[in-house]
Structures are given as C-alpha cells and as structure tokens.
DNA sequence: CGTAAGACTGTATAAATATACAATACATAC
DNA sequence: GTATGTATTGTATATTTATACAGTCTTACG
C-alpha cells in the first residue's frame, strides 16, 4: 500500500513526456507501467500533483505540469525550509507556537508566509519560535493536514 | 447574432479578474454582465479562447487564461504578420500557394512555422510566394478552418 | 494481543464539461 | 427573389472528472 508515491513520480513523467488528454488515457499508460489503480484513484493523484489541462493552442487540451514546476523547485525548497527546521508545533486556540532549530525560525516562517497556506493568518518569528495565527474557520487539524498534503511534493 | 466576440472579451476579463472554478459559476458572472448563454456555449467559449484549468497550488482548481497570454502577445502579432502579409492562398493537391505582399513572404512563413499549425508540415518562402506543404491526411479546408480558428484570438 | 487513527483505495455516483444534432440567422452568389 | 454555405446557439446527451462512503491495511499505543 505504499506505491502511492512511486506511482505518483511515474504519473509525473507521463504527463511531462506524453500530450495526454485524459485520464483514461493515463490510466493505460500507467497499467503499462505496471501501476493498475482506478480513474477515482488517478483523479486522486493529479490533484496531489497540482496537474493542470491547458490548451495546446489549437484543437484540444492536455494535461500539464502546473507553471510552476519553476516556481515549485523554490517550492520544493521552502517545504525541505520548514521540514528541516520544525522541531515541533503546538496549538492555544487559533495561534500555534511552531519550535524550530535555533536561529531557523525566520526561514521557516518566511517558507510559510511563502507557501501561503489557507490556514495560516500570518507568523511572527523569533530566533527558534514561530507565532502563527490561524485564520478564522481553521482549526489545527486543518493546518496539519494542509503541512501533509504538501510534503509529497518533495520527491526526487 | 454578432455578440459573440464581445463576450468572449467580457468571458477574458472575468476568467483574469476572478478565481472561478466552474461554468456555472462563470455562467452566472456573464449573466450580471448581461450575456445571457447556457453552459455549452460557455464551453465553446472557453475552448476558443484557450482558457486551462490549473491548480491553485492547495484545495482546488481554477480557470485561467493560458501561460502564453505572454506567448500569446507574440503570438499575436504573428497573426498580425500573416494578416498584414497574406494575398492570397490557393491549393493544388496537397500544396498550397500563399500570395504575400511583396516581401512578406518570409515573415508570413516564419510565423506559420512559429504558430506550428497541426496542418503545415513545412513552409518555403521567397520574396512574395511561400510554398507550403500540407501535412498528410490534411486538406486545405482544415487549414482555412484553422486559420478561422485562429483570428478571433486577435482583438485589444 | 485489541483498539484507534490515519493512509490508501475501489465502488458507485454526483458534478462538471464537451459535443452531436438540429434550428436559426446571415451573407453571398446566382 | 432563391439557393447555398457558414457561424452561432440551445437542447439533450455523452464523456470526463471528482467525491462520499465504506473497506482494507498499517502504525502506534495501551
């Protein structure tokens, strides 16, 4: 039950190698690969991958890496930032008190603000603390869902 | 029956100023701005004006317009380029003649080449007559079609 | 061990989007 | 005028994609 990530890399250069403009299509492509999941699954799995279907400028769609394979390298960077330096994240209501290694507190919490996740409000660091504000509606759950969502993303 | 292309613009406006993720939510935007259409017809739209669905970098998708809306700027002026330029075309087989203003024949070509129409397999340019060879299984209405296709795209 | 929580997936279905077809409106050529 | 071709659209439907729900597997903890 874990080729989910493997599968997701494979996926990730089909879509960069191949003009694929569906998901059945995927689908075989991936059952070649030896990967053998179903269309809910593979729906699943390019969102997590953030796939986008754009044009190709005359008859048709396709899918495509989001823009910001560029920006996602940075990307990349920020969440290796915030995984590199969270020692551990604790909650009061809707402000959460984010221990980082010492002297890493700015560059997480510069990662975060980067990252712009819904849940976060705004931070306010230290030198190893980081104040962060939930916004309104957000609950802890939600950011530590949000952090897990984004961490596959790392890969390679 | 005219109102076409000015929606399309309204259509442009909305998919850059707002975070929109379905047609019907487009739908009901397009109706505040007094066009009033029913979803397919949106979709005919979208596909026109090259619009992509990419991922908000978190919870969801939206529309936008497409990367090349820089690309586009240039990809503009091509079609400018063959407007300005083309004389006339006329077919034999599956070679087409293309007639330009004197001296235009190599810039009318090179953005043939550059907007890489499915139907052109390759172009020869002199001073005012390019050769161009249609691809295999194309005919010359598909190219015409296309380039139908292609000249909404210009307007601002 | 048992239990609880979470990750991952499939099935069934809902939601969203695309399109075949038919109708209508224009324009052009005759 | 009429006929013919093309563009535009709506209706109805097909296709494509997303998701609610339930089941399985794994892990962590007592």
Chains 1, 2 share one sequence.
């Not at 569906?22 to 999941?37: A, I, R």
């Not at 959460?96 to 976060?120: C, M, Q, W, Y």
């Amino acid at each position: 039950m874990k080729e989910r990530y493997s599968r997701l890399s494979v996926v990730k250069e089909l879509i960069k190698s191949n003009r694929i403009d569906n998901q059945d299509t995927l689908l075989s492509l991936l059952k070649e690969k030896g990967y053998e999941v179903t269309q809910a699954t593979l729906s699943r799995d390019l969102k997590m991958l953030k796939v986008g279907k754009i044009s190709d400028g005359w008859s048709g769609y396709y899918y495509a890496m989001p823009d910001n394979d560029l920006v996602s390298e940075s990307e990349k960077s920020y969440i290796q930032d915030v995984r590199r330096g969270i020692v551990s994240i604790e909650f009061s209501g809707n402000m959460g008190v984010i221990k980082t290694r010492s002297g890493h507190a700015n560059s997480v919490a510069f990662a975060l603000d980067t990252l712009s996740l819904p849940e976060i409000l705004g931070t306010l660091a230290g030198d190893d603390t980081i104040f962060c504000i939930l916004r309104e509606g957000m609950t802890k759950e939600d950011l530590l869902e949000s952090f897990k969502t984004r961490i596959p993303e790392i890969e390679e």
